[in-house]
């Protein structure tokens, strides 16, 4: 999978509770995105980086922060969870120009 | 409107036919054009990329990129039941951002 890792794979958590989830590269790759997939909406972007501390939003960023202190690790935080949120979140690497995008194995999310 | 279009399907054709997925999208600066398949409960993986006007051929599949019109396809020639997949057309450079935006999706089945 392209030197990417998600973390965790699978969560289950509660209405108002933060959440953290983690996507890290082994690639140095610059771009990094952050993605929820929904039935009917396919692929959304949230957030993107574009380097350490350098960041912007995506058509859904509203709930949502990110974070890039280090190249291979990008953190999404779900401030305090919804179950709007409920989704499965894809990380991907690369796919700045030319360059192709790779994706994580994705996480998971239940709100309930 | 949406800035990447895909017919949502479903798509259905018999083995061993021509598929064709269709893909429209709105900033006529966009630079870069991919397309993805993914399966069922998957992350998405890149089978073609394209990056000028024309044809682009990668075994059975085939990219066209027309950029006047504004619109990229895939072929896949001699569908196969292992083809059978959602197919996620993503476009990268609109509005001169680095942001790779996907389309919904359309669902391709291959009738053995």
């Known amino acids: 999978d392209a030197g990417i890792t998600q973390s965790p794979r699978h969560k289950v958590t509660e209405t108002g509770t933060p959440v953290t989830l983690r996507c890290h590269q082994t690639e140095n790759h610059r771009y990094m995105y952050w993605y929820r997939q929904d039935p009917g909406h396919g692929l959304r972007l949230i957030h993107y980086s574009y380097g350490v501390k350098d960041t912007d939003k995506g058509e859904v960023s509203d709930g949502y922060s990110v974070s890039r202190s280090k190249t291979e690790d990008f953190l999404l935080t779900l401030e305090s969870a919804t179950s709007s949120q409920t989704s499965v979140y894809f990380c991907?690497?690369?796919?700045?120009?030319?360059?192709?995008?790779?994706f994580g194995q994705g996480t998971r999310l239940t709100v309930v | 409107q949406k800035e990447v279009e895909q017919n949502s399907g479903p798509l259905s054709v018999p083995e061993g036919a021509i598929a064709s997925l269709n893909c429209t999208y709105s900033?006529?600066?966009?630079?870069?054009f991919f397309w993805y398949r993914q399966y069922s409960g998957k992350s998405p993986e890149l089978i073609m990329s394209?990056?000028?006007?024309g044809d682009k051929e990668d075994g059975r599949f085939t990219a066209q990129l027309n950029k006047a019109s504004q619109y990229v396809s895939l072929l896949i020639r001699d569908s196969q039941p292992s083809d059978s997949a959602t197919y996620l057309c993503a476009v990268n450079g609109q509005g001169g951002s680095e942001k790779l935006v996907f389309g919904k999706g359309t669902k391709l089945t291959v009738n053995p």
């Open positions: 900033d006529r600066g966009s630079q870069s």
């Open positions: 394209i990056y000028s006007n």
């Open positions: 991907a690497i690369g796919g700045s120009g030319k360059a192709e995008a790779f």
